[in-house]
T-cell receptor, first 120, second 108 residues
Framework: EVQLLESGGGLEQPGGSLRLSCAAS????????MSWVRQAPGKGLEWVSY????????YYADSVKGRFTISRDNSKNTLYLLMNGLRAEDTAVYYCAKRSTWGGGTFDYWGQGTLVTVSS | EIVLAQSPGTLSLSPGERVTLSCRASQSVNNNYLAWYQQKPGQAPRLLIYGASSRATGIPDRFSGSGSGTDFTLTISRLEPEDFAVYYC?????????FGGGTKVEIK
């Protein structure tokens, strides 16, 4: 059974940093691209970042480029999102998501999400 | 960036009714790389449809997707109580991946 478990969310001040983790199990982690998608309170979904299976290529939304870094440790089956320079508008539930088995940029499994709140 | 406009914003319906949700893209979505997700309160999104019309694993056949180019539709043939949720479309033809603003299907 595929499982994705996020952790690392919490309350942080503007300008601060947080590192989110997503522990994966139930599939060959290194074979799948992974992504972070966020959802501000009461709002829709926003794609944040994407990393291919090997970790060699990464992609970012313009809203986080230069501030957030996605990475993965395939030996630990874990995905990360390092968030620097946090802003109030980064407040959201952050989901990690697995690229679908049939490919493309769709996501067939999602974690339960971790809440990041940026406030002074 | 491709902008996806979903309509209507909210639909109030009764169980058993047929539902049609719309997703319109600001430019043509190559290869019909358009997906639909369902999200219930407090839960993560669930993939329903990919490639505009292919059902994801385990999705009931009352859910169907259609469309091409810039206009796409998700149809629920007969609403079940568990189908009341928010539905999002997503394009994956171009980076950045983008989602529509969602359509809420609520109980009338």
């Amino acid at each position: 059974e595929v499982q994705l478990l996020e952790s690392g969310g919490g309350l942080e001040q503007p300008g601060g940093s947080l590192r989110l983790s997503c522990a994966a199990s139930g599939f060959i982690f290194s074979s799948y691209a992974m992504s972070w998608v966020r959802q501000a309170p009461g709002k829709g979904l926003e794609w944040v970042s994407y990393i291919i299976g090997s970790g060699d290529d990464t992609y970012y939304a313009d809203s986080v480029k230069g501030r957030f870094t996605i990475s993965r440790d395939n030996s630990k089956n874990t995905l990360y999102l390092l968030m620097n320079g946090l802003r109030a508008e980064d407040t959201a539930v952050y989901y990690c998501a697995k690229r679908s088995t049939w490919g493309g940029g769709t996501f067939d499994y999602w974690g339960q999400g971790t809440l990041v709140t940026v406030s002074s | 960036e491709i902008v996806l406009a979903q309509s209507p914003g909210t639909l109030s319906l009764s169980p058993g009714e047929r539902v049609t949700l719309s997703c319109r893209a600001s430019q043509s979505v190559n290869n019909n790389y358009l997906a639909w997700y369902q999200q219930k309160p407090g839960q993560a999104p669930r993939l329903l449809i990919y490639g505009a019309s292919s059902r994801a694993t385990g999705i009931p056949d009352r859910f169907s997707g259609s469309g091409s180019g810039t206009d796409f539709t998700l149809t629920i043939s007969r609403l079940e109580p568990e189908d009341f949720a928010v539905y999002y479309c997503q394009q994956y033809a171009y980076s950045p991946l983008t989602f529509g603003g969602g359509t809420k299907v609520e109980i009338k």
